[in-house]
């Protein structure tokens, strides 16, 4: 499971009401939500954030934690 999917079931989020709201499809945000090498794209987090009703930096950060830059 993604970082994505984690985030929404912690918060018990319903993803055919996220779906619907935003325009996504299930299966979009299915595979947003369970396979790691699917790309978000920003204008897809901004929307869930809106739909869900965070703060798109909120799910930003949730979703892009564990991320650091390359050691030099």
């Known amino acids: 499971m993604t970082n994505l999917g ?3 079931a912690k918060k018990s989020i ?6 619907r709201k935003t325009g996504l ?3 979009r945000l299915s595979q947003l939500s ?3 090498s699917t790309k978000l794209r920003a204008d ?3 929307l869930i954030a809106l739909a869900i009703d ?3 930096s909120e799910l930003l950060n949730e979703v892009c934690k564990g991320l650091k830059l390359p050691k030099e």
């Open 25 to 27: 499809s299930k299966s």
């Open 6 to 8: 984690l985030y929404l």
């Open 34 to 36: 369970s396979n790691e």
């Open 54 to 56: 965070v703060d798109p």
């Open 14 to 19: 319903n993803k055919a009401e996220v779906a």
């Open 44 to 46: 897809e987090l901004y």
